[in-house]
């Protein structure tokens, strides 16, 4: 009987620190996901540490996805928004010891049709001089991108587009000063424009090259 009883208790043992090697090693090698708390609070912490001219953070947690696996990490892409400017940040970690991970994190160039860039264009269409168009439009809408590289590692993207422009009622001037009335005005213009990064490569920056052939559009 106390063979028997002897018996289970080793085997009880046995299968106690099975189980607890078990849970040791997949906590050891347990690695967060991209939108964990703790890897996005370091993040932030890498980011303001290299970067000594961004006071302010903030990421769209739940924008956060997997690029690629890579050895006992991650590679990721995340939203964020850097001193009120929007843009996205490709950042990977790996697992160097028991709680700790080696960041690193890139800017990525947004595209002639992010969402950011069509936002600032439309700003800068508003502030133009050319044509009247300053403090006269109330709404820009930019339509029919194009885009001329697609080079990933490029410094600028080389856009353009169709612009509609909306007057101010009472300012329907955009094309000739002498050709003004009370109505809402909508002028279709085309516009060539670049993307670009600039203040140490994680601010969005647009620079608008030209803009011409402006119409009435017909309603």
């Known amino acids: 009987m106390n063979k028997i009883k002897n018996k289970w208790l080793i085997l009880s043992f046995i299968l106690v620190i099975t189980l607890l090697v078990s849970f040791g090693a997949i906590f050891v090698t347990y690695v967060p996901s991209c939108k964990n708390s703790g890897i996005q609070a370091r993040l932030k912490d890498y980011i303001i540490t290299n970067y000594h001219d961004i006071s302010d953070v903030m990421f ?11 050895e006992k990490g991650y590679s990721c892409l ?11 940040i490709e950042y990977n970690y790996k697992k160097i010891s028991f709680n700790e991970f080696d960041i690193n994190a890139k800017f990525v160039l947004p595209n002639c049709f992010d969402s950011s860039v069509k936002s600032l264009l439309s700003d800068l269409i508003k502030d133009t001089d050319l044509y009247g168009i300053k403090n006269n439009t109330s ?31 009472g300012k329907a001037y955009l094309l000739s000063i002498w050709d003004y009335d009370k109505a809402t005005r909508k002028i279709k213009c085309k516009v060539t424009y670049k993307s670009f990064f600039c ?21």
């Open 199 to 219: 203040k140490n490569g994680y601010t969005t920056c647009v620079g608008l090259s030209d803009l011409y052939a402006c119409e009435y559009e017909e309603n």
């Open 78 to 88: 995340i939203n964020a928004t850097i001193n009120e400017t929007p843009t996205q």
């Open 60 to 70: 769209e947690k739940e924008s956060a996805h997997k690029i690629k696996r890579i």
């Open 139 to 169: 709404d820009v809408i930019t339509q029919y991108e194009k885009q001329e590289n697609y080079d990933k590692d490029a410094v600028s993207y080389t856009c353009s587009a169709d612009a509609i422009l909306t007057s101010k009622p």
